[in-house]
């Protein structure tokens, strides 16, 4: 099947992103053993995480430019951890994605959120 829709803009795919990784750093603010102990964080987190991955790829493909000038956000990565969450989803680790809530999520949202401070002080005032 062919997805011919036209992209979305760049901005709803970075506030999306937003909200995954706000969502992912409650999940994780609940602590490691609350995370583990709990199917429900679990399977949000994963899901989160494959959304992330989902844009991610959806960037690399409409907006290369804006990907190569964002080197410090590994979009390439959170893509392949989507494929991997997707395609091996009965291998996931809970300690791989600990890791990445624990490790990786607190950069990615720094990262964004000094995107969207960029682009909201970018805008023309009228």
Request: no cysteine; proline share 4%; hydrophobic share 40%.
């Amino acid at each position: 099947m062919t997805d011919n829709r036209k992209p979305r803009a760049l901005k709803e795919y970075l506030d999306d992103m937003q909200k995954s990784v706000n969502r992912l750093a409650e999940i994780s603010g609940a602590g490691e053993a609350v995370f583990k102990s709990n199917e429900d964080k679990q399977d949000a987190a994963i899901r989160h995480i494959q959304i992330l991955g989902e844009i991610s790829a959806k960037l690399l493909k409409h907006y290369p430019a804006f990907v190569s000038d964002n080197k410090n956000i590994p979009f390439r990565t959170i893509s392949d951890m989507r494929n991997m969450l997707i395609h091996h989803y009965f291998g996931v680790s809970l300690d791989a994605v600990w890791k990445v809530l624990r490790s990786d999520i607190p950069s990615l949202q720094a990262e964004l959120d000094r995107l969207v401070l960029t682009s909201k002080n970018s805008v023309p005032k009228g």
